[in-house]
Antibody
Framework: EVQLVQSGAEVKKSGESLKISCKGS????????IGWVRQTPGKGLEWMGI????????RYSPSFQGQVTISADTSISTAYLQWSSLRASDTARYYC????????????WGQGTLVTVSS | QSVLTQPPSASGTPGQRVTISCSGS????????VHWYQQLPGAAPKLLIY???QRPSGVPDRFSGSKSGTSGSLAISGLQSEDEADYYC???????????FGTGTQVTVL
C-alpha cells in the first residue's frame, strides 16, 4: 500500500527555522517525484514545488522560489520542506504528494502537517 | 488569488445530479488538461478526475469530468451523503509556468 506519512504539527515563532518531513512507503521512492502544497483558509490550495528524489532536481513555483527549500534523502525514503526564517504568513497546513513525472498531477497525498507561526 | 474560478458552494438531495464549473483562461484550461480533487472534511485531497475525464482506479463512475474551451466541469450523479466535501479543479498554467488550483466548491448533501 502506497503511503506518505508526514511529521507532526509544529508551533514556532517568527524568525525561527523549520524542517518538516514526508516519508514514502509501499513503492520505489526514487521513481516518483514528491510535490508540496500549501493550504490556507484564505488562499486555498497553492502549489509550492516538486523534487525528483533520484537526483534532487527541485523546481519551485515562482511564488515560493527563495522562500523555502525542498530536499530528499532516498536512503530513508524521505522528502523535506524547510524554512530558514518563518513568518506568521507561513501558518498553514502543508501536504506532500507523489507524482509520476514533474508535470504529472499527484495521486497519493500525505496527511498534512499543520504549521503555526506566532509573531 | 487563484486563476481558476469555481462557485463557492453547491448542493443537492440524495440521488440528484450536481455539476461544478471551473472557469479558466487560454493560458491554463484552454491549452491544458483539467484535473479534479476531492477533499473530505479533515482529510487530504484525493485525485478524483485526471486529464479532463479520466477516473483513477477506485473512483466510482458517478463522478465524471469534461472540458470545453477554457472551462472544465465536474458532475456527480446519484449524489450520496459521503460526497459531502470540498472539490478543487486544477490545471497547468503556461503563463505562470506552474500548477494552479481552483478556488474550491463546497458540496452539501441536503
Amino acid at each position: 500500500e502506497v503511503q506518505l506519512v508526514q511529521s507532526g504539527a509544529e508551533v514556532k515563532k517568527s524568525g525561527e527555522s523549520l524542517k518538516i518531513s514526508c516519508k514514502g512507503s509501499g513503492y520505489t521512492f526514487s521513481s516518483y517525484w514528491i510535490g508540496w502544497v500549501r493550504q490556507t483558509p484564505g488562499k486555498g490550495l497553492e502549489w509550492m514545488g516538486i523534487i525528483n528524489p533520484h537526483d534532487s532536481d527541485a523546481r519551485y513555483s515562482p511564488s515560493f522560489q527563495g522562500q523555502v527549500t525542498i530536499s530528499a534523502d532516498t536512503s530513508i525514503s524521505t522528502a523535506y520542506l524547510q524554512w530558514s526564517s518563518l513568518r506568521a504568513s507561513d501558518t498553514a497546513r502543508y501536504y506532500c504528494a507523489r507524482a509520476y513525472l514533474s508535470t504529472s498531477w499527484p495521486d497519493y497525498w500525505g496527511q498534512g502537517t499543520l504549521v503555526t507561526v506566532s509573531s | 488569488q487563484s486563476v481558476l474560478t469555481q462557485p463557492p458552494s453547491a448542493s443537492g438531495t440524495p440521488g440528484q445530479r450536481v455539476t461544478i464549473s471551473c472557469s479558466g483562461s487560454n493560458s491554463n484550461i484552454g491549452r491544458n488538461n483539467v484535473h479534479w480533487y476531492q477533499q473530505l472534511p479533515g482529510a487530504a485531497p484525493k485525485l478524483l478526475i485526471y486529464s479532463n475525464n479520466q477516473r483513477p482506479s477506485g473512483v466510482p463512475d458517478r463522478f465524471s469530468g469534461s472540458k470545453s474551451g477554457t472551462s472544465g466541469s465536474l458532475a456527480i450523479s446519484g449524489l450520496q451523503s459521503e460526497d459531502e466535501a470540498d472539490y478543487y479543479c486544477a490545471a497547468w498554467d503556461d503563463g505562470l509556468n506552474g500548477r494552479v488550483f481552483g478556488t474550491g466548491t463546497q458540496v452539501t448533501v441536503l
